[in-house]
């Protein structure tokens, strides 16, 4: 790697961002990056009151932002970020991750299956309704 490769690298890695930035960054509100820092998924650094996000906050807040998308919840994200924290070889974390990701298509299999059921019910009650409808419109109605 050069100098100058690693002289940008460096500027890359030091990086830091306000609370604002990212939230501005992100399309979120600042209360919800102050959430996710109370619930242990951030750890910015802080300057008297003010947090200091670094390049790795603003990664983490990516992938809570992503997780979120795809119907994970904190728990299971923290819980990634936890062994990815403590395996940076990432196995085991790339292993949880495919189990987290077999048990959401599952979810998803399984609410689609009863979306179909509610919509077929829908589509009987409404059938019923407008029967009713019909029916009391032409007793009003006498010809």
Not at 23 to 47: C, H, M, N
Not at 110 to 137: H, N, P, S, W
């Amino acid at each position: 790697m050069t100098t100058q490769m690693t002289a940008k690298k460096t500027e890359t890695d030091d990086k830091t961002y306000s609370i604002s930035e990212l939230a501005k960054e992100f399309d979120i509100t600042t209360r919800s990056i102050r959430f996710y820092e109370d619930q242990g998924l951030l750890t910015p650094l802080r300057q008297g009151q003010t947090r200091i996000y670094s390049r790795r906050d603003r990664v983490r807040l990516k992938l809570i932002l992503r997780g979120k998308r795809l119907g994970f919840s904190l728990s299971e994200t923290g819980q990634l970020f936890e062994l990815y924290d403590a395996d940076k070889s990432s196995v085991t974390q790339l292993s949880t991750m495919l189990k987290l990701i077999e048990h959401k298509k599952a979810e998803l299999h399984q609410q689609m299956d009863d979306i179909k059921v509610v919509l077929m019910e829908l589509v009987t009650v409404e059938k019923r309704c407008r029967e009713t409808l019909d029916q009391a419109k032409q007793v009003k109605e006498p010809n």
